[in-house]
């Protein structure tokens, strides 16, 4: 059973940066797909940012359209740890930022709905 931990989130001025990060407590995080949603007050939750586990490959990331050229995810498979850097933040990403976990990143991989293992979120405030 995967659980992860979120931590990073704070209040930044427009024009600035961020990383948050998220920890998985479990062996298998190597194995799953990682992702980053956010969801600002009054707002569905929306994908932003997947990394593929990789396997024998490089992990391959996939963004939401939104972000593009401005959020860069990575993760480090020797640290458990999932990370999403985020510049030229603007008050519209304002958001809870949640990262999650699941087996494959094949289908629908910024569907919200598809994914199965949550952690509790970390504020980002512009």
């Known amino acids: 059973h995967v659980q992860l931990v979120e931590s990073g989130g704070g209040s930044v001025p427009a024009g600035g940066s961020l990383t948050i990060s998220c920890e998985a407590s479990?062996?298998?995080?190597?194995?799953?797909?990682m992702g980053w949603f956010r969801q600002g007050a009054g707002k569905q939750r929306e994908g932003v940012a997947v990394i593929s586990a990789g396997g024998y490959g490089r992990p391959t990331p996939t963004y939401s359209d939104s972000v593009k050229g401005r959020l860069t995810i990575s993760r480090d498979n020797a640290k458990n740890t999932v990370y999403l850097q985020m510049h030229d933040l603007q008050r519209q990403d304002t958001a809870m930022y949640y990262c999650?976990?699941?087996?494959?990143?094949?289908?629908?991989?910024?569907?919200?709905?598809?994914?199965?293992?949550w952690g509790q979120g970390t504020q980002v405030t512009v």
């Open positions: 479990a062996d298998t995080f190597s194995g799953h797909c």
């Open positions: 999650a976990a699941r087996r494959t990143c094949v289908t629908g991989p910024l569907n919200h709905f598809l994914w199965n293992v």
